[in-house]
């Protein structure tokens, strides 16, 4: 049998892995060992500590996350059509909240969401992601903004808004997704990744993204 191929972004998985169903604490280096399949001693071929690999998870988490977007530079130049307007805001949430519940999105984020209370490098990058994600949301309010008696300030507020309720839905979603398999611990962790997306809670998404641009901030009056 040939051995595994170990390097340091497979030591990061491993570890994010593990980290998802006990807690970074708690991870251990035989606990990252042992579901690599590999000897404890082999992890200090590619990391001289657990403090150095703590380190290069937060890189890989960053990098990542800089790569999550709820609207993308292409989203945005598609707002001239506004026809399209709702139907993409709407799209482009509920696929923010469905592309969470894919490995390994949804261990950095447990990851990210519960080291952010323990680590200032944690929360740094916890900030930049939601302070991004606010951002995209203030642009995409602003572009498609028909109405010159709204205020930047007042676009940026409820951008706010919106960001604050979509990320608590985000928490409270794969919470319970989480706890679902802690319930039925027999069927393993892997099974999280298997379930089918909460139809009625995208439901409630696309409703809440449908508010925002036609009932709460009146952009296409």
Request: hydrophobic share 35%; proline share 2%.
């Amino acid at each position: 049998m040939s051995r595994p191929i170990i390097n340091q972004a497979k030591i990061i998985e491993a570890a994010l892995f593990c980290a998802f169903d006990k807690g970074m604490g708690e991870t251990s280096l035989n606990d990252i060992s042992n579901y690599l399949s590999i000897k404890k001693a082999s992890l200090y071929n590619h990391f001289s500590s657990k403090e150095e690999m703590l380190k290069a998870i937060y890189t890989y988490c960053s990098d990542f996350l800089g790569k999550v977007n709820l609207i993308s530079d292409e989203d945005l130049s598609k707002t001239a059509k506004l026809a399209q307007v709702e139907k993409l805001f709407k799209t482009c949430s509920t696929n923010y909240i469905k592309k969470h519940e894919v490995d390994p999105l949804f261990q950095i984020y447990t990851f990210i969401n519960s080291e952010k209370y323990f680590t200032k490098d944690v929360l740094e990058i916890f900030q930049s992601h939601s302070s991004k994600i606010e951002n995209q949301i203030y642009l995409f309010f602003k572009l498609v903004n028909k109405n010159p008696k709204i205020e930047t300030s007042y676009i940026k507020k409820e951008a706010k808004f919106y960001s604050l309720g979509l990320l608590s839905i985000l928490d409270n979603y794969l919470a319970v997704r989480k706890e679902t398999i802690r319930q039925n611990p027999e069927s393993g962790v892997g099974a999280l990744f298997a379930l089918p997306s909460d139809d009625k809670l995208l439901q409630e998404v696309s409703k809440f993204a449908e508010n925002a641009i036609q009932g709460g901030y009146s952009y296409l009056s």
